[in-house]
Nanobody, 117 residues
Framework: QVQLVESGGGLVQPGGSLRISCVTS????????MRWYRRAPGKEREFVAR????????YYEHFVKGRFIISRDDAKNTVYLQMSNLQLEDTAVYYC??????????WGQGTQVTVSS
């Protein structure tokens, strides 16, 4: 059974940092590229970052570039998102996503990140 379980979300002040994790099971993690998405209140889900399998190449949406770092540990079947200099507009539910094209696409249930003073 495929599972993606996010954790590490919480309340943080503007300018603060947080690391969220996504522990996976039920599929060969090392063969999947991993993405983080987020959905802010009243908005559509949006792409945040991606990390490829094997190469570890990373991609970021412009609004997090330089502040967020995506990484993976294939030995632990886990993907991370290190978030720094968090802003109010980063408040959202963050979801991890595992993809092996063309058909395999799995989602976690999300973790809430709230940036507030």
């Amino acid at each position: 059974q495929v599972q993606l379980v996010e954790s590490g979300g919480g309340l943080v002040q503007p300018g603060g940092s947080l690391r969220i994790s996504c522990v996976t099971s039920g599929f060969t993690f090392s063969r999947y590229y991993m993405r983080w998405y987020r959905r802010a209140p009243g908005k559509e889900r949006e792409f945040v970052a991606r990390i490829d399998a094997s190469t570890g190449r990373t991609y970021y949406e412009h609004f997090v570039k330089g502040r967020f770092i995506i990484s993976r540990d294939d030995a632990k079947n886990t993907v991370y998102l290190q978030m720094s200099n968090l802003q109010l507009e980063d408040t959202a539910v963050y979801y991890c996503n595992a993809v092996q094209e063309p058909y395999e696409n799995y989602w976690g249930q999300g973790t809430q990140v709230t940036v507030s003073s």
